[in-house]
């Protein structure tokens, strides 16, 4: 079991940059992959970023195309941490944000995360 909690939402400019925590218990933590996940009003929840746990070699990352470049994903398991920091943030990047935890090798399969935690509010304004 592996329990969530995101931090660091809030209201930026357009151009501007923002950084998101996920704080995870358990003692597990380093073997998960983790994922940024966002959800913006009428638009189906999609995986932006994600980094595989050390079990399933902790180096690989996942980046959606329209983040590339922009958004950077890192954790500390000494912290049970995952990081999002994101750059050169745009109007459509506005969406709740969620970090998520998975147990599988693809970091990618979205439909593998199965523990999430309540999610902070990214609005970036024009």
């Known amino acids: 079991q592996v329990q969530l909690v995101e931090s660091g939402g809030g209201l930026v400019q357009a151009g501007g940059s923002l950084s998101l925590s996920c704080a995870a218990s358990?003692?597990?933590?380093?073997?998960?992959?983790m994922g940024w996940f966002r959800q913006a009003p009428g638009k189906e929840r999609e995986l932006v970023a994600a980094i595989a746990g050390q079990i399933w070699s902790g180096d690989r990352t996942y980046y959606s195309g329209s983040v590339k470049g922009r958004f950077f994903i890192s954790r500390d398991d000494s912290k049970n941490t995952v990081y999002l920091q994101m750059i050169s943030l745009k109007q459509e990047d506005t969406a709740v944000y969620y970090c998520?935890?998975?147990?599988?090798?693809?970091?990618?399969?979205?439909?593998?995360?199965?523990?999430w935690g309540q999610g902070t509010q990214v609005t970036v304004s024009s």
């Open positions: 358990g003692r597990t933590f380093s073997r998960y992959n």
């Open positions: 998520a935890a998975a147990d599988t090798f693809r970091v990618d399969a979205s439909e593998a995360y199965e523990y």
